[in-house]
């Protein structure tokens, strides 16, 4: 009988979903992921998260919460970066201890360590994780070491899907192709560019967004998401400033933000923040500063979290569409 792996769909989840299930597959393992977040998943979340949690880390308890009678083992890494400098979230590498500590009777929690900023990891250590977690799995070595290939190459290939080219970029704000959803054009002559900028767990959960995406395509919005930009556009604006933000996300959204503040070549910028996260506490402040030196292209910032209203939410973005519309009247 396969043993059950659960991959909460959260958090990291939206990043290295690719590789984490190719690894497990390749093992013979069976791997079951949470589904969308729903309303039961929510409610879990609220009802058993911390409260001083950000709303991401919240939902992530709901996800985990979802299979704990479903599963063998949970797979939740305590990943602290890939890069020298920069780093993650530091929740991300407490959480899975956090919730071994708090649920020590559910299913073994497969947590590995890994940080090349912190803890100067590298090669030798990947190795050792992965030959560690697939003797859980099977004996045979080779079969393991096989996996960890596949997988990685599993997670190049997604890359290279997501991130554009610089090519690519100058083609969308050209209208030349569509990066996401077509935008309907039932009430306009053309659609309107806006950079959607935030967390991939939170603009690609449809509850967390409030199916932000799948809204403005239906306002006749083209969007770009900032997780969508050239690698080498994020890091050209990172390195224009007078200090290190060594945060990924954070840097990725920043660079985005920066990047069509001093282009304007776009209609307008939306950034989805999350109410008490610590990155974007840094990154909504940096961004309203620049935004008030170049304030040719509109910045609008929504922070969401479990209460959000939909209602409320939707009307922010209409006035923000609705303003953008009459400036191009002018």
């Known amino acids: 009988m396969k043993k059950k792996v659960g991959i909460p769909r959260a958090l990291l989840y939206y990043k290295y979903e690719a590789m984490w299930t190719t690894f ?8 079951i992921i949470s589904p969308e977040t729903n309303k039961t998943i929510k409610d879990l979340a609220v009802r058993f998260a ?17 299979l704990k009678d479903e599963v063998d083992f949970f797979f939740i890494p305590r990943f602290g970066s890939n890069h020298e400098d920069n780093v993650g979230c530091p929740k991300f590498l407490g959480l899975a201890q956090v919730l071994n500590s708090l649920y020590p009777d559910f299913p073994e929690i497969i947590m590995p360590y890994y940080s090349k900023a912190k803890a100067n990891h ?3 250590r990947l190795l050792r994780l992965i030959l560690e977690i697939g003797f859980k799995f099977t004996w045979n070595p080779l079969r393991i070491l096989r996996a ?38 039932e009430n306009r002559n053309k659609p309107l560019k806006v950079a959607l900028v935030g967390h991939r767990y939170v603009l690609n959960d449809d509850l967390s967004s409030l199916d932000i995406q799948e809204n403005l395509a239906q306002k006749g919005v083209d969007i770009i998401t900032s997780f969508q930009m050239p690698r080498c556009t994020i890091e050209n604006q990172m ?7 060594y945060f990924t996300d954070a840097r990725e959204i920043l660079g985005t933000i920066t990047y069509f503040l001093e282009n304007n070549t776009i209609d307008g910028i939306l950034q989805l923040a999350v109410f008490s996260c610590g990155l974007d506490s840094i990154t909504l402040e940096l961004a309203a500063r620049y935004s008030r030196r170049q304030p040719e292209t509109p910045l609008l910032q929504l922070v969401i979290d479990e209460l959000t209203s939909e209602v409320g939410f939707g009307t922010r973005i209409e006035a923000f569409l609705d303003m953008i519309d009459r400036r191009e009247l002018k």
């Open 122 to 124: 590298g090669k030798r």
């Open 24 to 31: 497990f597959e390749e093992l013979g393992a069976e791997v």
């Open 50 to 66: 911390p409260d001083e949690d950000c709303y991401s880390t919240k939902l992530f308890f709901g996800h985990f919460l979802y």
């Open 148 to 185: 960890g290939k596949r997988a990685f190459k599993a997670q190049v290939e997604y890359e290279e899907q997501l991130y554009i080219s610089e090519k690519h970029l100058k083609e969308w704000i050209k209208s030349q192709i569509v990066l996401n959803e077509k935008p309907n054009l």
């Open 239 to 245: 390195n224009k400033l007078d200090y290190n933000l």
